[in-house]
């Protein structure tokens, strides 16, 4: 006998992360000027606190500056600048 899965049940956790919420659909792009990864205030603004990157609905970003913003942390951490993870 086959059992039958039921996947539409999705567990939900709760993380409280303390970010603005931007608006969505403006004009205006929220990250002003270049995106390097020596600017570690900036880039410490689009992780959580365990050190995820967080996500485009989250931070408002488009495409394109969610792709420049994830390689400059990337590119920070390698360097050393910014923790991989935060304990």
Do not use: C
Not at 50 to 67: D, H, M, N, S, V
């Amino acid at each position: 006998m086959k059992k039958k899965y039921n996947f539409k049940k999705k567990i939900k956790k709760t993380i409280n992360i303390p970010i603005t919420i931007y608006k969505k659909n403006s004009n205006k792009s929220f990250v002003q000027g270049t995106i390097d990864y020596k600017n570690l205030q900036l880039l410490r603004q689009f992780i959580s606190f365990e050190g995820k990157i967080l996500p485009r609905y989250l931070t408002g970003l488009t495409a394109k500056e969610q792709r420049k913003i994830a390689n400059a942390i990337k590119t920070a951490r390698v360097a050393g600048l910014l923790p991989f993870i935060n304990q």
